[in-house]
């Protein structure tokens, strides 16, 4: 049985592309199962080809078990991101799969935005930005293209939605960590 991180993040990438094969109708080898894929788990997919972006979809919370999160995930990533058209069969064996295990999001206290930017720590928190209904997140993995903390964060705004000079008095941010996993490669 698997004990490792390691370990785990090679199941977890395993079931994320026998997912994908399967909604594609492709064959792929059997994935390994692990006890820990019975336990609630939030996991974001993501999919790169030719080093872009191909597709990423994630749940911010472990709200059923992480076997079936990562791969429902996989295959909203596959087929249902609205910036994507659905992955083609052809592209399925050059897709690169990258598998990101969240921790539960803690609120964090502020007084200003100011004081909100110095609180995050770049390349290591993922954010959620919430504004009433309006709601956006990036991974961690984002402060890679976005390192400055104002940039981040109007980025993140426009992606909920707002202007990215928006600040009002129903802000609120969440910060999560993760551990990943990509093909090729492991990174945690």
């Known amino acids: 049985m698997p004990t490792t991180d390691t370990e785990l993040g090679q199941i977890l990438l395993a079931q994320a592309r026998r ?3 399967d909604a594609l109708g492709l ?3 059997d994935a390994p199962d692990d006890p820990r894929l019975a336990g609630r788990g939030a ?3 993501t ?3 030719g080093g872009e972006l191909r597709g990423c979809i994630g749940s911010l919370n472990a709200h059923r078990p992480l076997g079936q999160d990562v791969r429902d ?3 909203a990533a596959a087929l249902r991101d609205p910036r994507f058209p659905p992955l083609t069969a052809a592209e399925f064996a050059e897709v690169r799969v990258e598998v990101s295990l969240l921790t539960e999001p803690d609120f964090i206290e502020f007084r200003d935005e100011a004081d909100a930017l110095a609180q ?3 390349g290591r928190d993922g954010v959620i930005f919430f504004n009433g209904c309006q709601r956006a997140t990036f991974l961690p993995q984002v402060w890679e293209q976005l390192p400055e903390r104002r ?4 980025a993140l705004k426009q992606k909920a939605g707002l202007p990215p000079d928006f600040w009002g008095p129903n802000v609120m941010i969440a910060r999560y960590h993760v ?10």
Not at 179 to 188: I, L, P, T
């Open 19 to 21: 997912a994908i094969a």
């Open 27 to 29: 064959p792929a080898p």
């Open 43 to 45: 996991t974001f997919v």
């Open 47 to 49: 999919l790169t080809l």
């Open 73 to 75: 995930n996989a295959v």
């Open 120 to 122: 995050l720590e770049p």
């Open 151 to 154: 940039l981040f964060m109007a």
């Open 179 to 188: 551990r990943k996993w990509h093909e090729g490669a492991n990174q945690e």
